[in-house]
């Protein structure tokens, strides 16, 4: 990644995080940790990565992304509001009566939501089937799935994991957001997770893992991805719960927490230009 | 009745190939072999996953496929039901769930495998079309139908034979049942049965036949749809017979004697009504014709709900 195209995405993030924290404080409270964490990832994909059309959002060579971690949509839609998926407008609208952004994605309201999700677990089988159903159309589109750390203590997933193998599903990249906290407390202390690069290995997976918010890091990962063309890849993303939020900034508690105005406005000028 | 699932899907996918199969590691229980045989690429085995099976026909759908995904119907309701709920109806995709061996059809799997709650489950599924074939006939139609349906559907198929009570051509549809028979050839009825499946629909014609050797006469639907509900049917026989005696190799509560009673109470329609089927148990091992009378669930059971109305 050039120093340039560096510089680009790295404001991109920013963005994503500062509509993020706005669209929560309207609302007073929301998912904010777990969406500040992967802001970069996103910010690789949509500035970057994910080939996707906002004029077109079902478009058939587009590549599939499927948020597992359903609870982090406010991040998403700030990325999909940015590249004009929809009116930016949408985004004061979060988790209010009749809004088409649920806190959680949803395939039949938002625009360039792919799959919905928010029962945690169930996303790698639907990105599993996306790629299976992809490949009998002889369909090179990639398909990117993002899942929580929290969420990977969900049997679910390891059951995927070893169909993806199996299947030698080689369009899936997927990557765990290893912030290292759930809802009750840190992974460590609820269930530890280990070393998860090495378990996605011994499940089969091409698995790779690196700082989460380093947008070329992420972007390299990517590209050697593409390159492994028989098995899936994870990439294990080592971020920080709430990261570039002030307020929240490696809080274990601010998986879902409340946001004022005020504290907003500090986030958003601390995050600066 | 395997089979016919199998060669109709055989035939779908000849003509269609957004067709896809997929199995737990039942595929030998379910029949689908032949399915696997003609069209290998578009079947889909995920191992004892049924969780993933279901995430993975949903993942299918959103693509475009139509995804037929098989199990015993203990693991397509109480295993994957949040994956079908979620991933499959909420999600609005197209995820044809068949749930096979219910109820006392589980016969040596015994309790653990014996289903007598999924119907109740899958009823309360905003939107869910539900069938419940019984016989080879309306199951041929019914599986047409569901590939034809953009939107889930819960199937449940009863895998052993089962004879025909239709004719080759007949049409069926969801929300709508099939009057077997008529009580009279003037259409009059002292009662009607109204029956859920190929066992019980064979129950409820040698009912019928018993009470008619004392002279009553007695009406037989076949419900085929629990969701949506021919009410109008059966709410015209209720209103003609003055009794209705529901019977479904499911439980009691929450499936088709919970749905038509519903249906009797808002209508205002006075009649006399009682279930037969299984009474808040669970279910245990033995063969298929030691449960069913186990459970109470024969045609010397319908014959005494009736006569105690």
Redesign the interface.
């Given at each position: 990644m050039s120093p340039s195209e560096r510089a680009r995405v790295e404001a991109f993030a920013k963005e994503i995080r500062k509509l993020t924290i706005g669209m929560i404080a309207e609302l007073g409270v929301g998912h904010i940790g777990g969406a500040m964490s992967i802001a970069d990832l996103l910010a690789v994909l949509y500035d970057k990565r994910l080939k996707a059309y906002p004029e077109d959002a079902r478009a058939a060579d587009r590549d599939r992304l499927v948020l597992s971690k359903g609870h982090a949509g406010p991040a998403l839609y700030a990325a999909l509001a940015a590249k004009g998926f929809f009116p930016a407008e949408w985004l004061s609208t979060l988790n209010k009566g009749g809004t088409r952004l649920p806190s959680h994605c949803d395939r039949n309201k938002t625009p360039g939501i792919d799959m919905t999700t928010g029962s945690l677990g169930q996303g790698l089988s639907a990105a599993c089937g996306i790629a299976m159903a992809l490949r009998l159309d002889s369909n090179p589109a990639t398909v990117y799935a993002i899942i929580g750390d929290g969420e990977s203590d969900e049997g679910q997933n390891w059951e995927a994991a070893m169909f993806a193998a199996q299947k030698r599903l080689s369009s899936i990249v997927a990557f765990t957001d290893y912030n290292r906290a759930q809802i009750d407390g840190t992974t460590d202390e609820i269930i530890g997770l280990g070393g998860l690069a090495e378990k996605w290995a011994a499940f089969g997976w091409n698995a790779l893992e690196i700082d989460g918010h380093d947008v070329g890091a992420i972007d390299a990962a990517i590209e050697t991805a593409a390159a492994v063309g028989d098995r899936p890849t994870m990439i294990v993303l080592h971020t920080v719960k709430g990261k570039g939020c002030s307020f929240c900034e490696g809080q274990v508690g601010s998986h879902n927490m409340n946001v004022t105005k005020e504290m907003a406005a500090e986030a958003v000028a601390a995050l600066g230009a | 009745m395997r089979a016919v699932y199998a060669e109709t899907l055989v035939r779908l996918g000849a003509a269609d190939?957004r067709i896809?199969v997929l199995e737990a590691d039942l595929m030998k229980a379910t029949g689908t072999g032949p399915f696997a045989k003609a069209y290998p690429?578009?079947t889909?085995n995920?191992?004892v996953?049924e969780?993933?099976m279901?995430?993975?026909?949903?993942?299918?759908?959103?693509?475009?496929?139509i995804?037929f995904a098989a199990t015993f119907a203990c693991f397509a309701s109480r295993r994957a039901y949040?994956?079908f709920f979620?991933?499959g109806n909420?999600?609005?995709l197209n995820v044809k769930l068949v749930g096979t061996d219910p109820g006392v059809c589980a016969a040596f799997n015994g309790g653990t495998h014996m289903p007598f709650e999924d119907l109740a489950l899958m009823r309360a599924v905003p939107g869910l079309v539900i069938v419940e074939p019984s016989d080879p006939v309306s199951l041929a139609a019914f599986v047409q139908k569901a590939a034809e349906r953009d939107g889930c559907v819960y199937l449940r198929l009863q895998r052993k034979a089962a004879p025909a009570l239709y004719k080759e051509g007949e049409t069926f549809d969801f929300g709508k049942a099939k009057l077997l028979r008529a009580g009279s050839p003037d259409g009059k009825a002292d009662a009607v049965i109204v029956a859920l499946g190929a066992l019980m629909a064979g129950e409820a014609l040698k009912a019928a036949d018993l009470l008619a050797a004392e002279g009553k006469k007695i009406a037989v639907i076949d419900a085929l749809s629990l969701k949506p509900l021919d009410e109008e049917l059966i709410l015209e026989w209720a209103a003609k017979t003055g009794r209705v005696v529901t019977c479904e190799n499911h439980q009691k509560r929450g499936a088709l004697g919970s749905a038509v009673a519903e249906a009797i109470a808002e209508s205002g329609v006075p009649c006399k009504f009682a279930r037969v089927g299984v009474d808040d148990e669970f279910g245990e091992v033995g063969t298929q014709d030691w449960l069913a009378d186990r459970f109470r669930l024969t045609a010397p059971h319908i014959v005494a709900a009736i006569k105690g109305l």
């Amino acid at each position: 990644m050039s120093p340039s195209e560096r510089a680009r995405v790295e404001a991109f993030a920013k963005e994503i995080r500062k509509l993020t924290i706005g669209m929560i404080a309207e609302l007073g409270v929301g998912h904010i940790g777990g969406a500040m964490s992967i802001a970069d990832l996103l910010a690789v994909l949509y500035d970057k990565r994910l080939k996707a059309y906002p004029e077109d959002a079902r478009a058939a060579d587009r590549d599939r992304l499927v948020l597992s971690k359903g609870h982090a949509g406010p991040a998403l839609y700030a990325a999909l509001a940015a590249k004009g998926f929809f009116p930016a407008e949408w985004l004061s609208t979060l988790n209010k009566g009749g809004t088409r952004l649920p806190s959680h994605c949803d395939r039949n309201k938002t625009p360039g939501i792919d799959m919905t999700t928010g029962s945690l677990g169930q996303g790698l089988s639907a990105a599993c089937g996306i790629a299976m159903a992809l490949r009998l159309d002889s369909n090179p589109a990639t398909v990117y799935a993002i899942i929580g750390d929290g969420e990977s203590d969900e049997g679910q997933n390891w059951e995927a994991a070893m169909f993806a193998a199996q299947k030698r599903l080689s369009s899936i990249v997927a990557f765990t957001d290893y912030n290292r906290a759930q809802i009750d407390g840190t992974t460590d202390e609820i269930i530890g997770l280990g070393g998860l690069a090495e378990k996605w290995a011994a499940f089969g997976w091409n698995a790779l893992e690196i700082d989460g918010h380093d947008v070329g890091a992420i972007d390299a990962a990517i590209e050697t991805a593409a390159a492994v063309g028989d098995r899936p890849t994870m990439i294990v993303l080592h971020t920080v719960k709430g990261k570039g939020c002030s307020f929240c900034e490696g809080q274990v508690g601010s998986h879902n927490m409340n946001v004022t105005k005020e504290m907003a406005a500090e986030a958003v000028a601390a995050l600066g230009a | 009745m395997r089979a016919v699932y199998a060669e109709t899907l055989v035939r779908l996918g000849a003509a269609d190939d957004r067709i896809v199969v997929l199995e737990a590691d039942l595929m030998k229980a379910t029949g689908t072999g032949p399915f696997a045989k003609a069209y290998p690429e578009r079947t889909v085995n995920v191992g004892v996953a049924e969780a993933n099976m279901v995430g993975i026909a949903a993942g299918m759908s959103a693509e475009g496929k139509i995804p037929f995904a098989a199990t015993f119907a203990c693991f397509a309701s109480r295993r994957a039901y949040d994956q079908f709920f979620v991933s499959g109806n909420y999600a609005r995709l197209n995820v044809k769930l068949v749930g096979t061996d219910p109820g006392v059809c589980a016969a040596f799997n015994g309790g653990t495998h014996m289903p007598f709650e999924d119907l109740a489950l899958m009823r309360a599924v905003p939107g869910l079309v539900i069938v419940e074939p019984s016989d080879p006939v309306s199951l041929a139609a019914f599986v047409q139908k569901a590939a034809e349906r953009d939107g889930c559907v819960y199937l449940r198929l009863q895998r052993k034979a089962a004879p025909a009570l239709y004719k080759e051509g007949e049409t069926f549809d969801f929300g709508k049942a099939k009057l077997l028979r008529a009580g009279s050839p003037d259409g009059k009825a002292d009662a009607v049965i109204v029956a859920l499946g190929a066992l019980m629909a064979g129950e409820a014609l040698k009912a019928a036949d018993l009470l008619a050797a004392e002279g009553k006469k007695i009406a037989v639907i076949d419900a085929l749809s629990l969701k949506p509900l021919d009410e109008e049917l059966i709410l015209e026989w209720a209103a003609k017979t003055g009794r209705v005696v529901t019977c479904e190799n499911h439980q009691k509560r929450g499936a088709l004697g919970s749905a038509v009673a519903e249906a009797i109470a808002e209508s205002g329609v006075p009649c006399k009504f009682a279930r037969v089927g299984v009474d808040d148990e669970f279910g245990e091992v033995g063969t298929q014709d030691w449960l069913a009378d186990r459970f109470r669930l024969t045609a010397p059971h319908i014959v005494a709900a009736i006569k105690g109305l």
